[in-house]
């Protein structure tokens, strides 16, 4: 089944992802009472929703949406929508703000369970756009038993837009100094310092009154509604990577209403919201996200020197991880311009930044291994190596150059063509999307939903200390938060929420991890289950961001616990279908050693062998920074 054409660009979408946490006033006010209920056969102390929370959300009339049916844009038969919620859920005759929704129906409406609603993380990703990908990742067991539901958060895509800025040109004057995964020179540091400022004090004033009730709790309480408005008495649900943050929320604030709450790509939740006593560290180094990083590439590098020359190319320039640390030093001190081979066109000056940025790139792909081998080799031949014109040496470089520069050119029209698509998908739908808010709506739940330190001119050392512990990749996520300073984002939301983190809901939440993230570190999802009383680990030894998708045995999992509520067995440890480095190298005759088959090639002969039909989910990338800008 082929996606229609604007469909599969939305889906590509690599809008802004990462983090947010959150602070309230009313932390003991929404601690939940107890239950007791039966559970697997047995009387166990479960907790319920607490009496303000619950007054908050029940006395809130249902809704009924304006809908239309959007089939024909979508592809599939669907219902779209809107719905009035309350901008502050303290005062429900109030303010209202717009969301939307896009919902698939079940085939088998007389038999179908309920509702699943899902979220592709971000924050700023579009439950929209995961909806409309749905019939292509997900299982017809779920598709057949379920309506699926996808929401854009408030603030965000189709719903009422968060607004920074006045108009597109205040925006793009205003945070020009973050045109870079992050800065490495004084100048670059000095303009990135001011743009977060910037940024930080738009948003605390052009942007409200929405930047101040745009907390996960906020959106967790939207969907509670709609869950109501759908006719489900208890949530089902399946979030990533920030995803995760939204169903851990939710099953804290409405233990009771839980039925199957799944996240995969987990944030550790207590680093995410922050304390008092961590504070003076900003929530994208709270997280560990750089540790993940560095944990994935270190792996990569390790499994490249056991497999060797054979299967791994980087492998025949000396050892791997040595090779990789000469790579960052002399890109540190020599940045090189990157061309189209055949042509000699520039495409952008390859910086040291722009190297972590676009490994971070490679690493969301469960085919992580091959893509890094692939760069690496590039980056090192580039750097160090001169070949003849035309040896056998010089093309297989031209190959690995050119697989490269495909590579970029790819990730840089599916954003263009996603936001093309997005406008595109908004007239056709009928919503009305006024400007491109993504860096607002992303920058706007980071910083309101989580506790960050007073100066924006510390974010250096902050960065310098990361960096000690994640690398690269740890100064990339910490200037991420730069413009969460307090002293300059000073708008708050008093009915976000920061703990804890240790209900026990009436049914099991399944926490799903996968070793080798590079975004949202395998210790979030141990730390997250750890605190959910009624919680079950499922661990999985896949490369890339989030597990569902990457195995016949994630997928069934998560599968039988959407259809049954029933989790798997504790310690089920999962095996990815794409294990790294099984395809070997090999010369044709008189040819030096080079790749005979992309890595995208790859993917599909293993996907083939592995009787793999389904595609991945479109989770949302993490940071803007993500992609290299040219």
Known sequence: MT????VRQLVGSLAALALVATPTAVQAAQTPTHDVASVGGSSIRTDVTSAKEAKRVDGYRTPKPETFDCTEVIGVRSECGTVKLPLDYDRPTGTKTEVAYLRIPAKDQKNKIGTLFLNPGGPGGSGIDIASAAPYFLSPAVLKKFDVVGVDPRG???????????????QASGLSGLNVAFPTTTRETNAYLQSSKTFGKACSSTGEPLSAHMSTANVARDMDVMRRMFGDKQLTYLGFSYGSYLGNVYANLFPDRVRAVTIDGVLDPVAWAGTPATQRTPVTARIRSGEGGTK???EILRLCKKKGTDYCLFASK???????????????????????????????TLTYADLVSF??????????PEIVDSDLTFFYEILFEEFDEGSAEAQAQADLQQQFVDRYQERKAEADAAQAAKATLAQDLGFAFPYYNEADSFQTVLCTDSINPKYVGNWRQYA???ASTGTGFGRLWTWGSAPCAEKDW????GDAYRGPFTAKTKNPVLVVGNYWDPATNYDGAVRAASLLPNSRLLSSDNFGHTAYGTSACVNTAVDTYLLTAKVPQAGTRCRTDYPAFTEPYYAEEGES???????????????????????LPPVVPPMPGAIPRG
Not at 3 to 6: D, K, N
Not at 157 to 170: E, L, T
Not at 360 to 367: Q, R
Request: glycine share 6%; proline share 5%; charged share 35%.
């Open 3 to 6: 996606r229609p054409r604007v």
């Open 156 to 170: 965000i895509n189709f719903s009422d837009n968060v607004r920074c800025f006045k108009n597109i040109g205040a």
């Open 296 to 298: 994935a590439v270190n």
């Open 318 to 348: 000396g050892d791997p991880k040595r090779n990789y640390d000469k790579i960052v030093r002399e890109i540190k001190r020599n940045p090189v311009e990157i061309t189209d081979y055949e042509t000699g066109e520039v495409f952008f």
């Open 359 to 368: 490994l971070l790139g490679d690493m969301y792909d469960p085919f992580a």
């Open 464 to 466: 310098d200390r990361a």
């Open 490 to 493: 000073t708008v708050e939301d």
């Open 593 to 615: 050693a080079r790749r005979t088959i992309t890595p995208d090639e790859i993917q599909q002969d293993a996907e083939k062998e592995a009787g793999i039909a389904r595609e």
